[in-house]
């Protein structure tokens, strides 16, 4: 049922070579606290790319902060950002903090944020990010099957969860190999040590980074498949879309069995946390950054169609809740 949702889902994701794929950039930094703040990279422009509402360009001593607004304004106020001169000592570049839209599962005590330092295009800095939270998958899933199979769970679960965290590996090598064909350099995975948690805490975990999260990544992989302008960014996430399906399916499934093993309010914490997370998706989705640049490129839906996709994936959750 999850399958025919996203494929219906998806339906709506104008294949190549139509173009009007408005994207919309996506990157992965550590999870917030319990259902988390929206992710925050810094991400490098060019001054001269930047245009004031009434198409003029920034006066000669606009601070960062006044750039930032340009850049990103929904990112408003903005956060840290800093100037980069060039030879002849005037500002060329500025970096700003800027808010992305974060899809994929991460780990509980993730301690990096996938943000790419320097000045790399933002193009590399979305392949890096993407790169970071593949990586970061790898752990999570090799946790998750050590602790499935501690808590007693079905044999299949904890050789899903193996196989995901190869997966995993995969991808985070296809999306390291993007990066580097963009100049960037891919963030370090940190995690702090696992300590053993108890069901439940797995089963929230699992609830609001693989029922929400890893599933709207799984609606954005097979979206990107079909909207990258980029070939090779097209047919990496051709490869990788039918497994983040998998993952997917495997979190309803790990959800379905913690459940029956937990009491009533522990389902109904977990369900709030659910919930929360969708929320929190909402959220990223209104105030992540938009860039003509990824629209040719990098195959992400616009704002419009992204909300739409989350909409479509909480009537789903609340479909498989009941
Ligand atoms: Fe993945
Ligand atoms: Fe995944």
């Not at 994701?13 to 810094?42: D, I, R």
């Not at 005590?109 to 593949?134: C, K, P, T």
Request: aromatic share 4%; proline share 6%.
């Amino acid at each position: 049922m999850l399958r025919r949702t996203l494929a219906r889902l998806l339906l709506a994701a104008p294949a190549l070579p139509l173009l009007g794929c408005n994207m919309y950039t996506s990157s992965c930094g550590p999870a917030g606290e319990g259902t988390g703040e929206p992710s925050k990279v810094n991400q490098t422009f060019r001054i001269a790319d930047l245009q004031l509402a009434d198409g003029g360009t920034p006066e000669p001593g606009a601070s960062c902060e006044q750039l930032c607004v340009l850049a990103a304004p929904q990112d408003n106020p903005p956060g840290p950002c800093s100037l980069q001169s060039g030879d002849g000592g005037t500002p060329e570049t500025v970096t700003c903090t800027v808010t992305f839209l974060c899809e994929g599962r991460r780990p509980e005590g993730l301690l990096s944020d996938g943000s790419v330092d320097g000045r790399v295009s933002a193009l590399g800095a979305l392949f890096a990010s993407m790169a970071h939270l593949e990586a970061a998958s790898v752990p999570a899933f090799e946790r998750l099957a050590r602790e499935l199979e501690a808590h007693g769970a079905p044999a299949r679960l904890v050789r899903a969860a193996r196989r995901a965290a190869a997966d995993e590996v995969r991808h985070a090598q296809a999306m390291g190999t993007l990066a580097e064909r963009h100049g960037a350099p891919v963030p370090t995975v940190e995690v702090e040590p696992f300590q053993p948690r108890a069901l439940e805490r797995l089963a929230l975990e699992n609830a609001v980074e693989g029922c929400v999260r890893e599933t709207f990544g799984a609606l954005l992989a097979g979206w990107q498949a079909r909207c990258a302008g980029d070939s090779e960014v097209r047919q990496s996430l051709a490869r990788i879309a039918p497994d983040e399906l998998r993952h997917a399916e495997l979190s309803w499934e790990i959800d379905a069995w913690a459940l029956s093993r937990l009491d009533e309010a522990a389902r109904r914490r977990i369900q709030e946390a659910r919930r929360e997370a969708l929320r929190t998706l909402q959220r990223e989705v209104e105030e992540s950054v938009e860039q003509e640049e990824f629209v040719r490129l990098a195959g992400l839906p616009s704002r419009e169609q992204a909300r739409k996709l989350v909409q479509g994936l909480a009537e789903w959750v609340i479909t498989a809740e009941a």
